[in-house]
């Protein structure tokens, strides 16, 4: 069918989106003739005539007498329902008197500031009743039932207390709230509102967890004890831990306001978060001395008289050279022993190397390949490797102030001379990691007096097992970034937020 328009009134409609230019609105008379059953007749009639438009002027907006939303074709209904929400609610003009009516023994009407009061509420002069808009709109669509608002309207003035119960009460009426927002953003539909909503959760627990993470590091360090003796909320002293969190609160006023939004069970400061936190940095800390050994020779040095709350301790260091040729002796871990025997002791050993990935009969077989591989050079390789040396490094003003084995091995680093002397430095690092007790020995062993005197006695193995790798090789964890820290802690609990 042809479609005529009228160049008078095009200015009128309403401009739509791409799909629905090409459906035109039925053409609705003021005097309300045209019923939503002519309408439906009238499509099945000309079926071919589906391009309708919405056109604002022929809108009726008293809300007594529009015709409700079904009676539209449904896929115009949409349009209807942007050109309702673009003209706004329906309210007489300033001048009207809205007129009284006796209810019970007092006269009653309509007040104008329930326009201010209620952002939802339309009246209808011709009928005298009171209506709701985004309920008069999606009700139909709504999976709740509606009410007076919808339909019949409402007017009984004397139970005014229902129109603020209409908004605060009702989840049909929510809803059509929010699918009027959704239809005028399509952008930010709910869906997107959620999405936005979910981006803004994860950056705010990000700041959480990272709250709580560098006072966990701080308290680490200082081989400090994490938790009080009273820590409610009006507690004066709620321990180290939460007191820490209450100054970082203090000092940026981003993370307080965050914090205290937090959600009660995702404050993420519980003494669970505090300890998965510590064994992040504990597993990150040994991951990197693990890292360090590389596939090259180390020695174990076992001090088993740590004793506490009458458990049998063993304290495993291990003396290796570092890629950098430098001799570093650092603490693996503690593990109970059942007794102090010799076998015994092996197995506790044996099961601390394997959880960090070591082996102890990797230790023997380094230690003999390194010995083996030597064993099958001929010994006049070895002594024309040895001469060369000698002459090379009696030259090599770089050799000249060297203090000691260790020194010498470093220096043989730096210069990349470890690798044309291969043999000799092989030599010298076995020679470096025999066990011999050294000062750093005696700074792993004072350390771990230190912060077994500080922490509680009755606390779990794998507690003070974080501690003191935490404490003792503090410097290690200096060098860790705080983001490998957190993804380690995100991996431990698949329940929590992404970062
Ligand atoms: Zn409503």
């Not at 300033?94 to 007092?106: A, C, R």
Request: overall charge neutral; glycine content about 4%.
């Amino acid at each position: 069918m042809e479609i005529t328009i009228d160049r008078v009134r095009q200015k009128h409609w309403v401009e739509t989106d791409s799909i629905m230019m090409k459906k035109f609105f039925p053409e609705l008379s003021r005097d309300k003739a045209t019923s939503s059953a002519n309408l439906e007749a009238s499509e099945t009639q000309h079926p071919n005539e589906s391009i309708k438009v919405v056109d604002y002027e022929l809108l009726e907006t008293d809300p007594g007498i529009r015709l409700p939303i079904s009676s539209y074709h449904p896929d115009i209904q949409n349009e209807v329902r942007k050109a309702y929400l673009k003209i706004g609610r329906h309210q007489p003009p300033h001048n009207f008197v809205y007129p009284w009516s006796v209810q019970g023994k007092q006269r009653r009407r309509f007040c104008k500031n329930w326009f201010d009061l209620y952002d939802w509420i339309d009246y209808s002069e011709s009928k005298d009743l009171a209506f709701c808009l985004p309920c008069f709109l999606f009700k139909n669509v709504s999976k709740y039932g509606g009410d007076h608002f919808v339909g019949d309207g409402f007017g009984d003035w004397k139970h005014a207390q229902r129109l603020a119960n209409h908004a605060t009460s009702s989840n049909s009426h929510v809803n059509c709230v929010h699918m009027g927002y959704a239809l005028m953003n399509p952008n930010q539909s709910i869906k997107a509102a959620f999405v936005n909503q979910t981006k803004q959760m994860n950056v705010e627990y990000r700041v959480r967890v990272n709250t709580s993470l560098i006072a966990t590091k701080f308290l680490l360090r200082c081989g400090m004890p994490f938790r009080g003796s009273d820590e409610s909320l009006n507690s004066l002293f709620k321990g180290p831990f939460l007191e820490l969190v209450d100054t970082l609160k203090e000092i940026n006023p981003e993370i307080a306001s965050v914090i205290d939004c937090a959600p009660g069970n995702n404050l993420m400061t519980a003494p669970k978060i505090q300890k998965d936190l510590a064994a992040a940095c504990a597993c990150e800390i040994t991951q990197q001395i693990i890292c360090d050994i590389a596939d090259d020779v180390f020695f174990v040095l076992i001090d088993e008289s740590g004793d506490v709350a009458g458990k049998e301790q063993m304290a495993v260091v291990i003396r290796y050279v570092s890629s950098e040729g430098l001799v570093k002796e650092r603490f693996l871990g503690i593990v109970s022993v059942k007794e102090t025997s010799a076998k015994s002791l092996k197995e506790a050993l044996e099961k601390l190397l394997s959880i960090n990935g070591l082996s102890l009969s990797s230790i023997r077989g380094q230690g003999y390949d390194g010995a083996s591989n030597m064993r099958d050079v001929p010994e006049v390789v070895v002594r024309h490797q040895l001469q060369n040396y000698v002459r090379n490094v009696r030259c090599d003003p770089n050799f000249a102030k060297l203090k000691g084995l260790s020194d010498l091995c470093a220096k043989l680093v730096e210069t990349n001379k470890c690798k044309t002397f291969d043999m000799v430095y092989k030599l010298l690092k076995l020679a470096l990691v025999l066990p011999v007790a050294t000062a750093s020995v005696e700074r792993v062993f004072s350390a771990m007096k230190f912060v077994k005197s500080q922490l509680c006695n009755k606390m779990s193995d794998q507690w003070l097992n974080d501690r003191l790798v935490t404490f003792i090789e503090r410097d290690v964890l200096g060098t860790i970034n705080n983001d490998v820290i957190l993804a380690h802690f995100q991996e431990m609990d698949s329940r929590r937020f992404s970062l």
